[in-house]
């Protein structure tokens, strides 16, 4: 049980370091706010998606720190482009289309 929650304490801190890492990487992350939901969820994904990537792609365990650093590097830039995504999208005109009250596209 112990061993766990070392394993758990590396993958945490590899993940950490990687999206504060990450933030550097970001220009138009410019207020602390933004830099803490950055951190975050690179902390989230990191910690979360590791192990399914570790067993996915058969990645030796002792790269788990690596691969969990590299996805909190990554994981708060693929949250912070989702984020524009939906904040770009119009959904009432894609709503308005899907029942049939808009032009077709």
Known sequence: MMHMAFDD???IAAALVGAIVGVFAQKEIV??????????????IGYY??????DLYFIKPELTGAVGF?????????????????????????LKNRIGGGDPK
Not at 70 to 94: H, P, R, T, W, Y
């Open 31 to 44: 207020t602390w706010r933004q830099r803490m939901v950055f951190v975050l969820s690179g902390l989230a």
């Open 70 to 94: 590299l996805i909190g590097a990554f994981g708060g830039g693929i949250m912070s482009a989702v984020f524009k995504a939906i904040g770009n999208l119009d959904l009432a005109e894609i």
């Open 49 to 54: 998606i590791t192990p399914l990537v570790v």
């Open 9 to 11: 304490l590396g993958l």
